[in-house]
T-cell receptor, first 113, second 112 residues
Framework: DQQVKQNSPSLSVQEGRISILNCDYT??????FLWYKKYPAEGPTFLIS?????DKNEDGRFTVFLNKSAKHLSLHIVPSQPGDSAVYFC????????????FGKGTRLSVIA | SQTIHQWPATLVQPVGSPLSLECTVEGTSNPNLYWYRQAAGRGLQLLFYSVGIGQISSEVPQNLSASRPQDRQFILSSKKLLLSDSGFYLCACETGGSYEQYFGPGTRLTVT
């Protein structure tokens, strides 16, 4: 049973436009959510996170929105740049420490110049 | 901040041969450590995690094993590799009760 779902395997966006990556989860015990970015042949890098007590967290061009009632979160990248082309993973945790993150399968973002 | 080292970076091994991948962490102590595998075109599959020396939890039954002989060392092993063991192996570290995991550079394993 997949507890964290990224239903879009790929997304193409023009440079300068907004990229929106979506993630749904089923476990209501998740209370912390993270986004990772991964380039080919490299380890994922932590991008941005949000606690379940918030509905929005912003860091520069990256904003994560959380809708707890819908069990849905999204990552917005504005404006999108060619260097943002990568695979983005959504992850969730039911509590802090000693519990592995649950990752989605990832969405490949292509930003076209 | 912590630094995660993995070696080798790439490895080509024949079917049936043994495997040993090493992960070491600098800049922190008492980390939780994780092994993941990303098969071609797939997501991240959690293989093992460890909350302390000698403590290993296995997520997926398979012909791989893990050991943690020291606080900041995590080893992934196999006695006999299968073709299906090919993939990109990632070590990750989590510290201080934080939610964020930080990943190493990965090892690309090709079993021929």
């Amino acid at each position: 049973d997949q507890q964290v779902k990224q239903n879009s395997p790929s997304l193409s966006v023009q440079e300068g436009r907004i990229s929106i990556l979506n993630c749904d989860y089923t476990n209501s015990m998740f209370d912390y959510f993270l986004w990772y970015k991964k380039y080919p042949a490299e380890g994922p890098t932590f991008l941005i996170s949000i606690s379940s007590i918030k509905d929005k967290n912003e860091d520069g061009r990256f904003t994560v929105f959380l809708n707890k009632s819908a069990k849905h979160l999204s990552l917005h990248i504005v404006p999108s740049q060619p260097g943002d082309s990568a695979v983005y993973f959504c992850a969730a945790s039911p509590n802090s420490g000693n519990t592995p993150l649950v990752f989605g399968k990832g969405t490949r973002l292509s930003v076209i110049a | 901040s912590q630094t995660i080292h993995q070696w080798p970076a790439t490895l080509v091994q024949p079917v049936g041969s043994p495997l040993s991948l090493e992960c070491t962490v600098e800049g922190t102590s008492n980390p939780n450590l994780y092994w993941y595998r990303q098969a071609a075109g797939r997501g991240l599959q959690l293989l093992f995690y460890s909350v302390g020396i000698g403590q290993i939890s296995s997520e997926v039954p398979q012909n791989l094993s893990a050991s943690r002989p020291q606080d900041r060392q995590f080893i992934l092993s196999s006695k006999k590799l299968l073709l299906s063991d090919s993939g990109f192996y990632l070590c990750a570290c989590e510290t201080g009760g934080s939610y964020e995991q930080y990943f190493g550079p990965g090892t690309r394993l090709t079993v021929t």
